[in-house]
């Protein structure tokens, strides 16, 4: 099955290994992820302050494209799929901005269903065919499951299983053989809109998920956006851990569905990570 | 308003007609509707860790017409964006979207000469969205050099480039700009939305 995709920026730089794993995992479940054509930056949560209806064109214009080619476009990066989910929804309850934007871009809107990678996985493909996949299981490792904010508000727009309790990444780690706990931070802010400003309050917010992750004895955090894997990664080192100094690998969800796969650490882009991942891939042998 | 401190409020600097201002501005609708619950600041993770962040008190003072202090305060800019003031809010001001709002007019309020922005927030946009009209995507490099020439804090300095460094000896930042085919046409989608 092909799908339209959206990769945004960070998965072609900062989050490669994000890029690498999706591709790799979506093939051995029988999906490709086509990019679609000359795609553009989102404006991510820097252009709103700036230029409203900019913010508004940015997304639009992927929109467009998207909608020329297909009914559906699936998107990995949460504030990405924050930004496009947003922008539908305000050109299909907004007649003048639509005019407006419809007048710039010469786009004849439509609306088209846009998805979060993680939701195309645990809907289309489905927890049983991914148990099918699975030729290592994951000898119970302990994991806590993070979604942060724009992938599941506001809720109104964006259709997550869970505004307050999601547990996609979980039931899939069940699947693959691991244990996921509990996780009170699942949907907490870790700062990342303010890791390049205001980093203080940046690190105090990733402080508290860090936290609650070691008291559990999480043996990793999976993620489902960039933004929020660089904030933790680039933080983590300032974090007071265990007396060990132990830190937590912190693995996009299709990496530690890749290792369960039997894939190569090196295609799914473990080498990448900044936090060495050594101690998950070790564990699951 | 700073420190989290209760600002007194001079009535003769009052700007009564400054909450109809920002209702007119896309995000601002509805900021009239707020009838001072407090959620959206008990549920604000920076107000946790910051206690001169407080959006009750933003939306009081907008409601007030406090425009020149809330304007050019530095808490408009720390909004993280997370999105659970509008998740909770149950008259649906979307605080996150009001602070959108209220950063548009200090921008346009700044431009005029009448009040300055403070805190790195507002380059740190600027350069963001030059980057996307410069090659219609964000070239990670070249946005973090200017930026952290622009800061010109050295301890800051120091610490991205350590982690620049890392990244880009991981393959993860590269040193070449990625420009989008039809960037003429994004360029003339910049002008357009002036």
């Not at chain 1, 259709?159 to 691991?178: A, C, F």
């Not at chain 1, 917010?205 to 936290?211: A, G, K, M, V």
């Not at chain 2, 301890?155 to 003429?184: E, Q, T, V, W, Y």
Request: proline share 4%; with cysteine; aromatic share 6%.
């Amino acid at each position: 099955m092909e799908v339209s995709y959206y990769p945004g920026c960070s998965l072609e730089s900062t989050a490669k290994e994000y890029q690498l794993s999706a591709e790799v995992v979506c093939k051995q479940l029988g999906i490709e992820l086509v990019k679609i054509e000359d795609w553009n930056c989102c404006g991510a949560l820097e252009v709103s302050s700036l230029n409203p209806t900019l913010s508004t064109a940015l997304p639009a214009r992927n929109l467009k494209i998207a909608s020329e080619r297909s009914n559906k476009l699936v998107v990995a990066c949460n504030a990405c799929l924050n930004n496009l989910l947003t922008v539908q929804h305000k050109l299909s309850s907004n007649e003048e901005l639509k005019q407006k934007i419809s007048r710039i871009l010469n786009y004849k809107f439509r609306e088209i269903k846009i998805e979060h990678l993680l939701d195309l996985i645990w809907k289309e493909v489905g927890l049983e065919n991914i148990g099918e996949s699975v030729k290592k299981p994951l000898n119970g490792l302990k994991t806590v499951s993070y979604y942060g904010c724009l992938s599941v508000r506001p809720s109104k727009i964006i259709k997550s299983d869970d505004p307050d309790n999601p547990t996609l990444i979980d039931e899939i780690v069940s699947v693959l053989g691991g244990e996921p706990l509990e996780f009170t931070s699942k949907t907490k802010c870790c700062g990342g809109g303010l890791l390049m400003t205001y980093r203080n309050i940046a690190l105090k917010l990733t402080e508290q998920i860090l936290t609650e992750a070691n008291q559990r004895e999480a043996q990793c955090i999976l993620v489902t956006c960039p933004l929020c894997h660089m904030t933790l990664e680039t933080l983590t080192s300032k974090v007071k851990t265990g007396p060990d100094g132990h830190k937590i690998p912190i693995l996009y969800f299709t990496q530690l569905m890749g290792l369960s796969f039997g894939i190569e650490p090196k295609k799914l882009g473990l080498h990448k990570n900044l936090v060495s991942p050594d101690a998950v891939i070790n564990s699951i042998g | 308003m700073v420190n989290g401190e209760v600002p007194t409020i001079d009535f003769e600097e009052l700007d009564p007609s400054f909450k109809y201002e920002v209702s007119k501005e896309i995000g601002g609708q509805n900021i009239k509707l707020c009838f001072n619950c407090g959620i959206c600041t008990v549920s604000c993770p920076v107000r946790r860790v910051d206690d001169t962040y407080n959006p009750r008190r933003i939306i009081r003072m907008v409601l007030y017409g406090m425009k020149k202090e809330v304007l050019s305060s530095e808490t408009i800019w720390k909004c993280a964006h997370c999105l659970t003031c509008l998740e909770r809010c149950p008259q649906d001001v979307k605080f996150a979207e009001v602070i959108e709002a209220l950063r548009i007019l200090a921008v346009r309020e700044a431009e005029k000469g009448n009040i300055k922005i403070k805190g790195p927030q507002f380059r740190f946009d600027s350069i963001f969205k030059d980057s996307i009209e410069s090659y219609g995507r964000v070239f990670e490099a070249g946005l973090l050099s200017k930026y952290m020439l622009n800061r010109r804090d050295l301890g800051f300095i120091m610490s991205f480039f350590s982690l620049g460094l890392k990244m880009f000896r991981k393959g993860k930042i590269g040193l070449a700009p990625h420009k989008i085919k039809a960037l003429d046409d994004l360029q003339r989608v910049f002008k357009d939305s002036e």
